[in-house]
C-alpha cells in the first residue's frame, strides 16, 4: 500500500516577506526620519526593494551560506537588507552600534562578513571597525548617504544599486535548517558568544510570537518595535508584523521620549514593545507635555526586569496593558511571555510558555528539583528555537535531553508563570551563604526616588564577599542611606542587607540596554 | 568555521499533549453524556490515561506506521485514543459514522486497521462492517460498554483494558512527516479518497489556527467543537485547544439546539464551531424556550456556505461574532478563515489566508489568472497542511508548483478575502452556457420561509442541461412556487431562473452534513 502524502513546504523566511507582500500588499512599514516626514512602504513593494537588494549583494558576489553584517537602527532599510540576506540565503550577522569598534573587527572576524550594510551615521563606526576587519571589503550605506571612504573597503551608497537592480532572483528553495542570522550575545559572562538561527528555527518562532495568548498581532495592530533589529531578531517582530499583516512602526535612531510619543501618536500605534526604560522616558513626556496616546492599548515589556512601580505606571498613566516577557538571545529570544488572557499579571511574572518551548528548574548539579512548582531552582530550556550549539564551537551546549542552562535562577508558580528570581552569576557568596542580588535590588527599585539599582560583591576579607549597594537617584528626588538600608529591613536576612550605598549619577548600561554589572564589579568590587 | 546550530525539535504532535499536561494541568476536557453527568478530566489526567491506551495498542501488537481505526462521537475516549494512537506513531483512521457498513468496510480495507476503536453505541455499526472486513481482529469500546460479540473479531471495552495499563510509554521520536491520520473524503465525485496526514502538517496546521486573526483560542476560552472528530481532523481543534490550554467542551453525540444550549450555559462556552446548520437548530431552540447564552463570544461556522439570514440572526439573536471559514479534508482542513480582526464580515466572505497557505485562481486550462483580484477563477491552493498524493495512489494531485486544484470557483476581493462562489462540477452547462447553481442558491436561502435550498441540472433534450429548484421550506411557514422564481428575477440571468421547484420534506444530507447532490441528482437530474 502507497501511503498518502502532504506536500513539502520548507519553513524559509521568504515565504513570510512573501505572504506580506501577496494578502497585506499595501500593509505600511513606516520609518521616522530626523528633519523629514516619516517613510512609507507597503509590503509588496518593500518586498520587490529586498529583492533588488539581493540582487545587489548578488553582484558584489555575495553566497548562500554567507555571512554578511548589519550595522544599522530600526529602519526600512534595515528590514529590506534582512529579508534581502536571508531570502538569498546568506546569513545576517547583526552588529550593535553600541559596542566599540575593537568589539565590532573581532565579530567580523569571527563571522567572516565581507560587506556591511550600514546606516549613514553609522558609516564612522563601521569604518572604524573595518580597520581592524581586514576581510571587509564593502561598506553599503543605507537611510541616507556618506562622504566617507576608506583605505580598503569600497563605501558606497545602497539606494543607486538598489534602483538599477533586477526584482527577478531565486528566494529560498535551500534547506529549512540553513542559517539564516548570527547576533552575539553582549558578552557579560566573557568572550560574546556567537548564536546562529536558522530558517526553520525563526519561522518556528514567529508562529509562536503570533499565538492569541503571546503577541497575538492582528492585521488591524500597528506594532512599533523600539527593541532593536541588531539585539535578539528584535524579539522575533521583523518577522511576525508582516506574518500576522500588521502595520510596522520603525523609530529609527530616537527612542525618547518625545520621539516616540509623536510616532505613536502620528501612526495610531496600538503595541509597543522594548526595554522598560525606554517606556519610563516615555511616561515622563507624557507628564510633562500632559500629552495621551489614545491608539495604544498594549505595551510589551522585555530584556530587563520590570520594576513594580512602572509597570503601575505605564499601566495607569497610558490605559494599557502591561504584557511582560522574558527571553535570551540563545532562545531566538523569546522563553515566556505573559499570558494576554490572564487577569491576575504582576511585574515579577515574566509568562508562561507557549507550545514549542519548554522549561525545567533543576539543582546545581543538573537534576531537574523534584518539585517544580514553588522551589526556586536553576532555569533550563529547551525547544524549536533554542541554541544547540555557539558559533565557532564544536561542543553543544545542552545536555543530551537538550536542555539548555540559562544560568538564571527562576520560580514557577502553581499556574505555571514563571518569575526570575536572579542570576546565578551574580549571586554573592558571603561567609559561605548565597545572597541574591536581584531580590535586594527588586525592593529598592520599588522606591520611588530610585530609577536604578544594582548591589555587587565586595571582596571582604572575613567573609569572602558583601554586598554592596549602587543607585541611581531618580532627577530631583533624595533619600538617604540610612533610609535605603531600612527599606530592607524586615524583607531580607539583615546579613543581606549591604555594607555601603554609592551613588552613581549614572548608572553604566552594557550595550542590550542591561545595567552593566561587569563594569561595576570592576570598578566597586575589588 | 565551524557553524553554530539550533537544537532539533521535531514537530510530533504528543509534544502538543504533553504541552498541555505540564501547563495546562487542571485544564478540563468535559464531555456531555446521556443521562449523566458531564465527564470532565484535566490535561494532565488525560495524557495519562491516552499513554496507557498507547500500552493497550501495543499490547495487541499495534506498531508504529499501522492504521488504527476509530468510529466514535465527539468525546474525551475519541480524544485519548486519537493522542494514544498518534502519540505511538501509529495513524490514526478516522471512520463516519453516518456512513453505510459496506461504505466503512471498503475504507477499512484500504487502510488495512486491525483495530477499531468504538463508541458504545456505534458497535452494531462497527460489527456490521468489520462483518466485511476481514483484516479487523478487535474491536475496543469506549463511552461505555457493550453485550455484543462477533464471529471472527474481538469485543472488548477498552476502560478495563486502560485501568490495568502502565502509563509509561514511548511517544514521538519518529521523524516529524511520519504519518499521524487518515480520513477518506465523503467521495461527492465519486470514489472516496483517503487523506493522510503527517505529524509535521497537523503541527504546523495547529500553529497556524492559533494566530490572533484565526482560531486564536487563549486559554480563558472555553471551546466547544460541534464539528466531528472523525471530519477532517474537526478542523484540527483537537490539537489547537491543548496547544492553547483552552477548555474542551465535547457534545458526544447530540447536537440538537437544546443539548447544546444546555452544554454551553452549563460550562461556560465562549467559542462555538460547526457547520451552519446546528446553529439554525440552536438559535430555534433558544427562540422557543426564551433563553440567553450570555458566555458566548464567537461562534465559527464551516464545511458549508453560510446563509446570510443564519448569520445575521445568530449576531443578532445571540449577540455574538460570526467568523467564517472554508477548507477541504485535503487541507487539513482549514484554508481561510475569517479575519477575526477585519470589521468588515460578509456571509459571503470565507477569509483569508494565513502565514502556510496560499491561493491562486486559474482558468480551466489551470494557468493562473493574470488578475487576481475580483474575477472568478479556479481555486488552487498549496501549503504546509496540503496533500501532495492521495493514500494509495502513485501520482501526485499537485502541479509543479504545489498547487491543488479544489475543484471550487471563487473570486478574491481587493482586501484578500475569499468567496466560494460554486463547485466546479456542481454548474450546469445550459445551451452551451454556464449556470451557476450556487449563486441561485444564495438568493434562496435568504428568503425566511427556506430553510435549505439546492440547485441541480436537469438533463434537457434541447438545452442538453436545464436548471431545477430544490427547497425545504422553514416548518410552520410556506412561499408559493411563483414567490420562489419571482425572487430570483433582476437578479441573475432570465435564463438561469429554474425550469422547476420541487419541495422535499426534508433535504437529503451526505455524512458530512452537506446538501447529497449526488443522491439529487441521481432522483431528480434525469
Redesign the interface.
Known amino acids: 500500500?502507497?501511503?498518502?502524502?502532504?506536500?513539502?513546504?520548507p519553513?524559509t523566511l521568504d515565504?513570510?516577506l512573501e505572504?506580506a507582500a501577496?494578502?497585506?500588499s499595501g500593509t505600511e512599514v513606516v520609518t521616522a526620519r530626523e528633519g523629514a516626514d516619516s517613510a512609507r512602504i507597503g509590503y509588496a513593494d518593500l518586498q520587490t526593494r529586498a529583492r533588488r537588494t539581493s540582487n545587489v549583494l548578488a553582484g558584489l558576489g555575495v553566497v548562500g551560506g554567507e555571512r554578511v553584517a548589519t550595522l544599522a537602527w530600526n529602519t526600512q532599510g534595515h528590514v529590506e537588507a534582512w529579508f534581502a540576506i536571508m531570502g538569498m540565503g546568506a546569513v545576517c550577522h547583526t552588529l550593535n552600534p553600541r559596542l566599540t569598534p575593537t568589539q565590532l573587527a573581532w565579530m567580523l572576524g569571527?563571522s567572516?562578513a565581507r560587506v556591511i550594510i550600514a546606516s549613514a551615521d553609522l558609516v564612522d563606526l563601521a569604518l572604524a571597525a573595518v580597520d581592524d576587519a581586514p576581510g571587509v571589503t564593502h561598506v553599503l550605506v543605507i537611510d541616507g548617504d556618506s562622504e566617507r571612504v576608506h583605505a580598503r573597503a569600497a563605501v558606497q551608497p545602497m539606494e543607486p544599486l538598489v534602483e538599477v537592480a533586477h526584482d527577478a532572483c531565486a528566494w529560498g528553495g535551500f534547506d529549512e535548517?540553513s542559517?539564516s542570522g548570527?547576533c552575539f550575545t553582549s558578552g557579560s559572562t566573557g568572550a560574546p558568544k556567537?548564536?546562529?538561527?536558522?530558517h526553520?528555527?525563526s519561522f518556528?518562532h514567529?508562529?509562536?510570537l503570533?499565538?492569541?495568548?503571546v503577541l497575538?498581532?492582528?492585521?488591524?495592530?500597528v506594532v512599533m518595535p523600539i527593541v532593536p533589529l541588531f539585539h535578539a531578531n528584535a524579539w522575533g517582530l521583523p518577522f511576525a508584523l508582516p506574518?500576522?499583516?500588521s502595520k510596522m512602526v520603525l523609530p529609527g535612531r530616537r527612542t525618547d521620549g518625545e520621539s516616540l510619543a509623536r510616532l505613536i501618536a502620528a501612526e495610531g500605534v496600538t503595541i509597543a514593545v522594548g526595554v522598560p526604560t525606554v517606556f519610563l522616558g516615555l511616561c515622563e513626556y507624557l507628564d510633562a507635555s500632559g500629552t495621551a496616546l489614545p491608539s495604544l492599548d498594549r505595551i510589551i515589556l522585555g530584556g530587563a526586569p520590570t520594576p513594580p512601580a512602572l509597570m503601575d505606571r505605564i499601566e495607569r498613566q497610558l490605559g494599557v496593558v502591561v504584557q511582560n516577557s522574558w527571553g535570551m538571545t540563545e532562545l531566538?529570544p523569546v522563553g515566556v511571555f505573559g499570558?494576554?488572557?490572564?487577569p491576575d499579571r504582576r511585574p515579577s511574572i515574566s509568562g508562561?510558555?507557549a507550545?514549542?518551548v519548554?522549561l525545567m528548574l533543576m539543582d546545581e548539579a543538573g537534576a531537574p528539583l523534584e518539585t517544580q512548582r514553588g522551589p526556586e531552582g536553576r532555569l533550563h530550556v529547551?525547544?524549536?528555537?533554542?541554541?544547540?550549539?555557539?558559533?565557532?564551537?564544536?561542543h553543544p551546549v545542552?545536555d543530551a535531553d537538550?536542555w539548555?542552562d540559562t544560568g538564571d535562577l527562576a520560580r514557577i508558580d502553581d499556574r505555571?508563570n514563571l518569575s526570575i528570581t536572579g542570576r546565578a552569576k551574580d549571586l554573592i557568596k558571603s561567609g559561605g551563604e548565597w545572597i541574591n542580588p536581584a531580590e535586594i535590588e527588586a525592593i529598592v527599585c520599588a522606591l520611588p526616588e530610585i530609577s536604578l539599582a544594582a548591589v555587587i560583591g565586595r571582596a571582604d576579607p572575613k567573609w569572602s564577599e558583601r554586598p554592596i549597594l549602587l543607585v541611581e537617584v531618580r532627577e530631583g528626588m533624595d533619600i538617604s542611606d540610612q533610609a535605603l538600608l531600612e527599606s530592607l529591613r524586615g524583607q531580607i536576612a539583615s546579613w543581606w542587607v549591604p555594607d555601603e550605598v554609592v551613588r552613581l549619577p549614572a548608572m553604566p548600561l552594557a550595550a542590550t540596554g542591561k545595567i552593566d554589572k561587569l563594569s561595576l564589579r570592576a570598578a566597586y568590587g575589588a
Not at 210 to 213: C, E, G, I, T
Request: charged residues 20%; without cysteine; hydrophobic residues 35%.
Open positions: 500500500m502507497i501511503d498518502g502524502s502532504i506536500q513539502s513546504f519553513l515565504r513570510i505572504h501577496k494578502w497585506h569571527q567572516g535548517t542559517p548570527l556567537g548564536v546562529t538561527y536558522t526553520r528555527s518556528l514567529t508562529l509562536k503570533l499565538q492569541a495568548d497575538g498581532a492582528r492585521e488591524t495592530d506574518a500576522a499583516g531566538s499570558v494576554l488572557s490572564d508562561k510558555p507550545l514549542g519548554d529547551r525547544g524549536a528555537a533554542v541554541i544547540e550549539r555557539y558559533f565557532g564551537q564544536e545542552v537538550g539548555f505555571g
